[in-house]
């Protein structure tokens, strides 16, 4: 039975050229710190493909600190908001902006500065649309942080961070603004400077990279000044940002993988929105509630609503069919909470417990998009007779 693989938000199959570029990297065993030849073939490969993401970031030429490598997504958002709340004494403001509908990664870090004595203030995004009314207001107060996705990994909502960042920026200049963009690069355009960001976070297995391997934007003003500082010390890799030997194989898969992205992306957002659209045609024929944003949205993700059926039902169903879906984050999907992504965009428990997430590549068809949603109908007719 041949697999059909809808989840490319949760991760994606490595392309040929991060393959190619990963077994490139497994010749080279040098440590890219080491100043002989052999570190320095390591170092080679790294700074290419720090070029490489930079690029794929809308940076040419990336000054020193200004990519940082670290072991997935996760720990660069953390050293993003750890990194800045902690980087200076709290000399002007304790206090952080966010959205309610963060990644878990950045949900949890604000919990835990919450724990610190940061108040955190969360933003609005019912209907997947950012109330950027109430973030400017939120402004008003002295602020040192703000962080907010620009794509919502489960619903597909695109926010408008641009206009928060700008504000943020034009009521004070200290305040640091960073955008968790994993699931926004080489989906959506944007640059850290079109966005006002001053740090952005990316990961390598969304766009066909691979797994164990992130990245963070650092604009060159908040090295200059200072308003960052490492968590992982040691032996002061990665421009003393973040310490620790680099995963040159992944980093190289990295590199790859976003250059490949970066001269199809037109084309393959065209694909992707071509396969959603379909998909949505479809259901919408079928009856099955659709959880679309009111605003923006990327082109690769789609939410659903199930009639009654919980959601590990029918992934479990379609899963014995061969087709790969998500009930929600890949990274919360196994908690037994509702997801506060779909409670924030206005579903109840009932419906989030009952939703479905479809993500698709480029790599996706037609074809897998009509059996998706004959398996779907069947599954419908076949879990809502059994519940009867």
């Known amino acids: 039975m041949s697999i059909i693989y809808l989840d490319n938000s949760a991760t994606t199959p490595l392309c040929p050229e991060a393959v190619a570029a990963m077994e490139e990297a497994m010749g080279v065993f040098g440590n890219p710190s080491s100043l002989h030849s052999v570190g320095q073939e390591a170092h080679t490969l790294l700074t290419r493909a720090r070029g490489q993401v930079a690029a794929a970031l809308g940076i040419r030429s990336p000054k020193p600190g200004e990519l940082i490598f670290t072991s997935c997504g996760t720990e660069a958002s953390a050293l993003?908001?750890?990194?800045?709340?902690?980087?200076?004494?709290?000399?002007?403001?304790?206090?952080?902006?966010?959205?309610?509908?963060?990644?878990?990664?950045?949900?949890?870090?604000m919990r835990k500065l919450e724990a610190d004595g940061?108040?955190?203030?969360?933003?609005?995004?019912?209907?997947?649309?950012?109330?950027?009314?109430?973030?400017?207001?939120?402004?008003?107060t002295p602020t040192l942080l703000v962080s907010m996705m620009m794509v919502n990994n489960e619903t597909g909502a695109h926010f408008d961070v641009a206009r928060v960042f700008a504000a943020a920026k034009q009521r004070d200049s200290r305040t640091v603004t960073h955008c968790d963009a994993v699931q926004g690069l080489l989906k959506v355009p944007f640059t850290p400077a079109s966005i006002h960001a001053d740090l952005v976070t990316v990961s390598a297995h969304k766009i066909h990279g691979p797994k164990g391997v992130g990245a963070l934007y650092v604009h060159p003003d908040?090295?200059?000044?200072?308003?960052?500082?490492?968590?992982?010390?040691?032996?002061?890799?990665?421009?003393?940002?973040?310490?620790?030997?680099?995963?040159?194989?992944?980093?190289?898969?990295?590199?790859?993988?976003?250059?490949?992205?970066?001269?199809s992306r037109g084309e393959d957002?065209?694909?992707?929105?071509?396969?959603r659209d379909r998909l949505e045609g479809k259901l919408r024929d079928m009856g099955v509630q659709m959880n679309i944003p009111a605003g923006d949205r990327a082109p690769h993700v789609l939410n659903l609503t199930l009639p009654s059926i919980k959601s590990q039902?029918?992934?479990?169903?379609?899963?014995?069919?061969?087709?790969?879906?998500?009930?929600?984050?890949?990274?919360?999907?196994?908690?037994?909470?509702?997801?506060?992504?779909?409670?924030?965009?206005?579903?109840?428990?009932?419906?989030?417990?009952?939703?479905?997430?479809?993500?698709?590549?480029?790599?996706?068809?037609?074809?897998?998009?009509?059996r998706l949603c004959e398996a779907l109908g069947k599954g419908i007719s076949t879990l809502v007779r059994i519940r009867k």
Do not use: W
């Open 80 to 109: 993003a908001i750890y990194g800045s709340v902690y980087a200076k004494p709290r000399r002007f403001a304790s206090r952080v902006i966010t959205t309610d509908c963060e990644h878990p990664s950045v949900e949890e870090a």
């Open 269 to 275: 957002q065209a694909r992707m929105v071509a396969l």
């Open 118 to 140: 940061i108040e955190v203030v969360r933003i609005p995004t019912k209907n997947g649309v950012l109330d950027t009314e109430a973030a400017i207001s939120a402004l008003n």
């Open 222 to 263: 908040i090295i200059r000044t200072k308003r960052i500082t490492a968590f992982v010390t040691g032996g002061g890799q990665e421009f003393g940002l973040r310490s620790g030997t680099e995963n040159i194989i992944g980093i190289a898969g990295f590199g790859g993988a976003a250059q490949a992205g970066s001269a």
């Open 313 to 370: 039902t029918m992934l479990n169903y379609l899963s014995a069919q061969g087709i790969c879906v998500s009930s929600g984050s890949a990274c919360s999907s196994h908690s037994v909470k509702i997801s506060p992504s779909l409670a924030a965009f206005g579903l109840t428990a009932h419906e989030a417990d009952c939703s479905l997430r479809i993500s698709f590549s480029a790599l996706n068809t037609e074809d897998e998009v009509d």
